[in-house]
């Protein structure tokens, strides 16, 4: 799968679709093999579904952009939002049923509800592995001894366990995967890192500097807070070394050792193309402008996700 993820996370239901049409094709054409996609709530009022109708469009730009199914990694989520009334089974055959695939690739566990153990939990998950609905699996901001738990229960019972840990990882938001007991845990089991939120809701793009509207206008909860006290600091480096800000951010995360891939958004095929150049970026830093990248949002107090 490629280094950089396309995710969808509030996206395409927010521009034209002639432009949601365009980064689809774009990202297929740069290379982009790996999506990722999820249910969520409808917020805008007007969709025709209560939730999902993300996936249904993600299922209809797939399609319209020419993906090949078999050379693209999809990836989708399990929120155990309704369970146990909702089974894990029914839970992504209706996401499946919405995107319009036979099965996912990827399919991460987020945060388990009250009264699903950990082993029970990886059982259940390894029932979708075995029908083919899901062809691997990973986890998406669980806690590290959960996360060695869940390795410790798939070995106990002969089954896959997680490959991928989707966590938040920024100048501003380094706590969850550098904690020691975290990369214990994802060495424990061969766990690739899927870096999110590496932007920090798009304040380290800059463009809140610049005064452009976005998610995070208004917003006062702390990752937003962290992102905008560190985006002038970013910003001074991205104007002397001109780079773009958002590439900066970005390779900051590309550099984390144990990072299988970096997953962002984009709502435009220049934005797209933007967050794209990081991987140039990472590669030509030289020793002391990595030093001094580094010490962006180290002082910020970190957000919650």
């Known amino acids: ?32 093999s790996f999506l990722d996609d999820a249910r969520y709530d409808d917020e805008s009022g007007t969709a025709p579904l209560p939730t999902g109708w993300s996936e249904v469009l993600f299922g209809r730009l797939f399609r319209e952009a020419g993906w090949v199914r078999s050379e693209v990694t999809v990836a989708n989520k399990l929120w155990w939002e309704f369970w146990p009334q909702q089974s894990a089974t029914e839970e992504l055959d209706g996401s499946l049923e ?81 904690d020691p007991a975290m990369g214990d845990a994802l060495a424990l089991g061969g766990i690739g890192l899927v870096a999110s939120s590496s932007l920090a809701g798009g ?10 509207a976005g998610r995070a206008t208004g ?15 970013l910003g001074a480096l991205a104007l002397e070394w001109d780079i773009p800000a958002a590439q900066l951010a970005l390779a900051f995360a590309l550099d984390h050792p144990r990072l299988s891939s970096l997953l962002f958004g984009a709502t435009s095929p220049a934005q797209l193309e933007v967050n794209l150049g990081a ?27």
């Open 203 to 212: 304040t380290l793009s800059g463009k809140y500097l610049r005064g452009e």
């Open 219 to 233: 917003r006062t909860d702390p990752a937003t807070q962290a992102g905008l006290l560190a985006a002038s600091d």
């Open 98 to 178: 919405r995107m319009g695939l036979s099965h996912v690739d990827l399919i991460y566990s987020m945060q388990l509800p009250d009264g699903l153990s950990v082993p029970a939990a990886v059982e259940l998950i390894a029932e979708l592995l075995a029908t083919g609905r899901a062809r691997a699996w990973g986890i998406g901001n669980w806690q590290p001894e959960h996360v060695a738990e869940a390795v410790e229960a798939a070995e106990a019972a002969g089954v896959p366990g997680p490959c991928a840990a989707q966590l938040p990882y920024s100048l501003v938001r380094r706590d969850w995967v550098d």
């Open 1 to 32: 799968m490629s280094v950089l993820s396309l995710g969808s996370w509030r996206t395409f239901e927010r521009i034209d679709p002639g432009t949601a049409l365009d980064v689809m094709v774009a990202a297929r054409e740069a290379g982009v």
């Open 279 to 305: 991987l140039e970026v990472h590669t030509r830093l030289e020793p002391g402008q990595w030093t001094r990248l580094r010490r962006v949002g180290a002082g910020v107090p970190e957000g919650d996700t």
